[in-house]
């Protein structure tokens, strides 16, 4: 139970950190933004997020 718990928080903070890199990334690279753009980016980055930890996971193997 314990090493689940523990799978869970490892990849939570992954998927955290590549939302905050992808996020960073994102905002730097616009000039200027909304509230909807904000949303709707930290939303596309999220997907991306867990799109990179699977391709992550998936080289691993």
Request: proline share 0%; glycine share 10%.
């Amino acid at each position: 139970m314990e090493r689940m718990a523990r799978g869970i928080v490892g990849a939570v903070a992954e998927v955290l950190a590549w939302w905050a890199g992808l996020t960073a990334v994102w905002a730097v690279l616009i000039s200027r933004a909304d509230t909807l753009e904000l949303a709707v980016g930290a939303g596309a980055a999220l997907l991306a997020a867990w799109a990179a930890r699977g391709a992550r996971r998936a080289a691993a193997r």
